[in-house]
């Protein structure tokens, strides 16, 4: 990781939605180590006097910043989290030891492993069952000791979950959005900020730490290679907050919920809300990967249209609804446009 302070803030959000609680959680870092912070909250442009404003917020530049001049006052990448300080660039040899590897399982895997070489303080790991993957935090110590307090332990858990997530959409290149994120202690007053760092609902209170995602991601290769680690590790903290667009995996997504929602995907605002993005990104996203709407719908609806004709004996007005076509009338004229039979007769040839 690089020790240098970005030139400006014209490439990042200026949008104040970090809460002042984690800006707290590096002060008593500094405070458990017995140093002041003044030089790194001057160094993130924030006020002594702002970190007791109820409510305050700081800018993702703010707090890379203020990161950056912490773990360099600290020598810490860890901000006090663990019983071992975590010396600059251990993270960045985590990820160096996981880009040889052939798929984003492989190498969340490897991090995962390595982390437990750093310190024995949290156990990570990454769980699979059925579609859905997890990566798991578990805490044996907590972060900052005895005295570190809740606002130290949510900070590292929030800290650690967003690196490794903020690393996998880098490898892969590819927005991986979350279907949820779950953590082990109560929601805090600035609950809300968590819609902003985390995709999916969060819950609070719950047995573990972790975030949730679609299980197919694990299975894209790495497209990463070392002149592009050399160039991340020159700036690493952004990767955390790098509002990735593409989405390696959308058309697939897509296809999924046309098949399993039918009745709740008639139209893009509604597709787009389930897969937790806008209506225009949906659209822009298929046109980057050479697809559009209306032929996944046409595809996902053709297929089992003819899967129910073949297979059982329901009226053409069920299969129609099964379909997710709206009435039996629109049913019958797109499938005479895809194979120039109406599907009764389709049937009896079959």
Request: net charge positive; glycine share 6%.
């Amino acid at each position: 990781m690089s020790r240098t302070r970005p030139d400006s803030a014209a490439s990042r959000p200026l949008v104040a939605a970090t809460p002042m609680a984690f800006v707290k959680a590096i002060v008593r870092a500094f405070e458990l180590r017995g140093l002041s912070p003044r030089a790194a909250l001057d160094a993130a442009q924030i006020a002594p006097a702002d970190l007791g404003r109820s409510g305050a917020r700081i800018t993702a530049l703010q707090m890379e910043w203020l990161s950056a001049a912490a773990m360099q006052a600290l020598d810490d990448e860890g901000l006090g989290w663990f019983d071992r300080p975590l010396p600059w660039g251990s993270y960045g040899m985590l990820a160096r030891a996981s880009l040889s590897a052939p798929t984003l399982g492989v190498a969340l895997k490897r991090w995962c492993r390595h982390h437990g070489l750093l310190t024995r303080d949290i156990t990570l790991a990454v769980v699979t069952q059925g579609d859905e993957a997890r990566i798991t935090l578990t805490e044996h110590r907590p972060p900052g000791g005895p005295d570190g307090g809740d606002a130290l332990r949510e900070f590292c858990f929030v800290s650690v979950l967003r690196n490794i997530h903020g690393l996998a959409c880098w490898f892969v290149d590819s927005r991986i959005p979350l279907l949820g994120a779950s953590f082990p202690f109560a929601a805090p007053p600035h609950a809300d900020a968590f819609r902003v760092l985390f995709d999916g609902p969060t819950r609070f209170g719950a047995d573990e730490a972790s975030i949730r995602f679609d299980a197919r991601y694990l299975a894209l290769p790495i497209k990463r290679d070392e002149a592009a680690m050399n160039q991340m590790l020159q700036r690493a903290l952004p990767i955390q907050v790098r509002p990735y667009r593409r989405d390696r995996l959308l058309v697939q997504r897509v296809r999924q919920v046309l098949s399993n929602q039918p009745q709740d995907a008639h139209n893009a605002d509604d597709l787009a809300a389930l897969l937790h993005i806008s209506a225009r990104t949906l659209h822009r996203q298929l046109k980057e990967e050479g697809a559009t709407l209306q032929a996944l719908k046409d595809e996902v609806r053709r297929e089992r249209a003819m899967s129910l004709l073949q297979r059982t004996t329901k009226p053409i007005k069920q299969i129609a609804e099964a379909a997710g076509f709206q009435n039996e009338k629109s049913f019958i004229r797109a499938f005479r446009g895809w194979t120039g039979l109406a599907p009764g007769e389709w049937r009896e040839r079959g």
